[in-house]
RNA sequence: GGCGGCAUAGCCAAGUGGUAAGGCGGAGCUCUGCAAAAGCUCUAUUCCCCAGUUCGAAUCUGGGUGCCGCCUCCA
């Protein structure tokens, strides 16, 4: 079985081949540091955070890079509307977006490259491009010439003409071309500038990812990703750089992520129209939210709504329950593996079919819908198995395995699977669990004497009060909603 | 105007030629003093519309309708 993704450079899947064995090089490319991180920027880390721990499954060895664009026409604005420096500015919020990222359970790219630090790479860059005839020099600018470079327009399926017509902002007069775009930024008064041989400036918008993709994985490195928004112009310009200065386009893979929309409207940093991650996670734990996004394909849209959540939360909780049980069943200790018969057997093969399908799922570029699917299917042939074995130290063995594989699929790639029961973790202090304990004893007396009035309008009052209780034979179980 | 995408049950959502996954919700049942929780069972003769190709279409082709994204900073 091989990996096939859907490439948008040849709008077509295709099966992934690694440029060295066993190594894979993903460039994701990173944001804009000038703004609260949000939860559209939760979509492609969360989708990039599963491919990476997917791919490691199959022993690649990944080296994932991911930009900070600190140097930004948008950062440079803010900061002066503050008063304060701009690469404090966007250092500010290049923490906010790691730690909203940490928080997510996501693990942390190799590198993390800063337009700030490279200066030298991007420069040079620039300066092959004007030697290969790709890039010119006017009043202390550098702008690429879109005309010299046929192939511009592949990526989006764009014809230059088309694009011509379609402009509609203010063209900088020292553009040849009208679709040129700016590779160097010469310096205006009173904001940040490095010096360079065409002289004092910053990079222009695209530039610092080829080079800063080039400099970290080298040249036709695996996959590049980010969401559908960045493929025009961005992307595109990206491609005609790095091909203009190097000969090859950067990745040979290019994976977008679909737009997340909040209430019907796509999430943006300059309309205001967003919710942060950070806010997010104040409502629900990070591993929902892993599950929300996972539950469609990453190329297609998604709407965020609170409701939608607290829809999808029933049964996410259901799963997470079962795995729980489970790991309570199977014990601490790890039990010997044995050779197992009859329905133990018979559970070992149907584990081995649903990670088949899990697998089958996951490689079909990374369907994780259908992956979450396949972890529901297995926990109920799970259930109906444990529902009539009996214990024995087969039982258990049977029941670890089952256990690994949510262990496994559900938590070590996916991340949906919880690690810990985080019920425990709502707010019960000493005083308020001694409280309880003593309200439940005596209800439970009110209850053995059949005084069920009273036991119910304690439970309703409590319920009034948020705080729920449960009476299952065990006991009486409570919870703060 | 150009480019691209999407349209599957009340909702979310897989499914690219072989007869509709999964989740939520809903209904019934089991358990329970009751409730909750949990479990079990059921819940689309049909995939926006119309034509066509085919033994066979949600899947392919043509036409139509509706929604969305990009074309300007964006993940």
């Known amino acids: 079985m091989a990996i096939q993704v859907y490439n948008?450079?040849?709008?077509?899947?295709?099966?992934?081949?690694?440029?060295?064995?066993?190594?894979?090089?993903?460039?994701?490319?990173?944001?804009?540091?000038?703004?609260?991180?949000?939860?559209?920027?939760?979509?492609?880390?969360?989708?990039?955070?599963?491919?990476?721990?997917?791919?490691?499954?199959?022993?690649?060895?990944?080296?994932?890079?991911?930009?900070?664009?600190?140097?930004?026409?948008?950062?440079?604005?803010?900061?002066?509307?503050?008063?304060?420096?701009?690469?404090e500015l966007s250092a500010y919020y290049s923490q906010d977006y790691l730690e909203s990222m940490d928080a997510l359970g996501i693990e942390r790219a190799d590198v993390y490259p800063r337009v700030s630090e490279e200066m030298d790479v991007i420069i040079d860059m620039i300066e092959t491009l004007v030697e290969q005839g790709h890039a010119y020099e006017a009043e202390g600018s550098v702008f690429f010439a879109v005309a010299s470079f046929s192939e511009y327009g592949r990526l989006s399926n764009q014809r230059l003409e088309e694009l011509q017509s379609g402009t509609r902002f203010e063209v900088d007069p020292n553009k040849r071309s009208a679709m040129d775009f700016a590779l160097w930024?010469?310096?205006?008064?009173?904001?940040?500038?490095?010096d360079s041989p065409f002289g004092p400036g910053r990079p222009g918008w695209h530039i610092e990812c080829s080079a800063m993709a080039r400099k970290y994985l080298?040249?036709?490195?695996?996959?590049?990703?980010?969401?559908?928004d960045l493929i025009f112009p961005h992307h595109e310009n990206e491609i005609a750089q790095s091909k203009g200065a190097t000969g090859s386009p950067g990745?040979?893979?290019?994976?977008?992520?679909?737009?997340?929309?909040?209430?019907?409207?796509?999430?943006?940093?300059?309309?205001?129209?967003?919710?942060?991650?950070?806010?997010?996670?104040?409502?629900?734990?990070?591993?929902?939210?892993?599950?929300?996004?996972?539950?469609?394909?990453?190329?297609?849209e998604l709407e965020f709504h609170d409701e939608k959540l607290d829809e999808v939360?029933?049964?996410?909780?259901?799963?997470?329950?079962?795995?729980?049980?489970?790991?309570?069943?199977?014990?601490?200790?790890?039990?010997?593996?044995?050779?197992?018969?009859?329905?133990?057997?018979?559970?070992k093969e149907d584990i081995a079919e649903h990670r088949r399908r899990f697998d089958d799922a996951m490689c079909d570029d990374f369907n994780t819908a259908l992956a979450i699917a396949v972890l529901f299917d297995l926990m109920k042939v799970v259930r109906s198995y444990m529902e009539q074995a009996a214990a024995s130290a087969e039982n258990r063995y049977a029941q670890s395995l089952a256990l690994?594989?949510?262990?496994?699929?559900?938590?070590?790639?996916?991340?949906?699977?919880?690690?810990?029961?985080?019920?425990?973790?709502?707010?019960?202090?000493?005083?308020?669990?001694?409280?309880?304990?003593?309200?439940?004893?005596?209800?439970?007396?009110?209850?053995?004497?059949?005084?069920?009035?009273?036991?119910?309008q304690i439970r309703s009052e409590l319920q009034d009060a948020g705080i729920v209780l449960e009476d299952t034979p065990d006991g009486t179980r409570w919870k703060v909603e």
């Open 8 to 87: 948008t450079l040849t709008r077509t899947k295709q099966t992934f081949v690694p440029k060295e064995p066993q190594q894979v090089g993903i460039y994701v490319c990173g944001v804009t540091p000038y703004s609260e991180t949000h939860l559209g920027h939760a979509r492609p880390s969360v989708i990039w955070d599963v491919i990476k721990r997917y791919l490691r499954r199959w022993n690649y060895q990944v080296l994932h890079v991911q930009n900070f664009t600190d140097v930004d026409d948008k950062i440079i604005a803010k900061a002066q509307e503050r008063g304060v420096d701009a690469l």
């Open 185 to 194: 930024k010469a310096a205006k008064p009173d904001e940040p500038s490095w």
């Open 218 to 228: 080298g040249e036709n490195f695996d996959f590049h990703g980010g969401g559908t």
């Open 251 to 300: 990745a040979r893979y290019w994976l977008h992520s679909g737009m997340l929309n909040l209430k019907e409207e796509k999430m943006s940093k300059s309309t205001g129209h967003f919710l942060t991650i950070k806010e997010a996670l104040q409502h629900y734990p990070k591993e929902l939210l892993r599950f929300y996004v996972l539950s469609a394909h990453y190329r297609s």
């Open 313 to 347: 939360r029933r049964g996410w909780q259901r799963l997470n329950q079962f795995v729980r049980e489970l790991r309570s069943s199977v014990g601490e200790e790890l039990p010997v593996p044995c050779p197992l018969s009859g329905a133990e057997q018979q559970l």
């Open 404 to 456: 690994q594989s949510f262990t496994e699929l559900g938590s070590d790639v996916l991340g949906v699977v919880q690690w810990h029961d985080t019920e425990s973790e709502a707010p019960k202090d000493g005083y308020m669990d001694a409280a309880m304990r003593l309200i439940l004893d005596v209800r439970q007396r009110l209850r053995q004497e059949k005084n069920f009035e009273l036991a119910d």
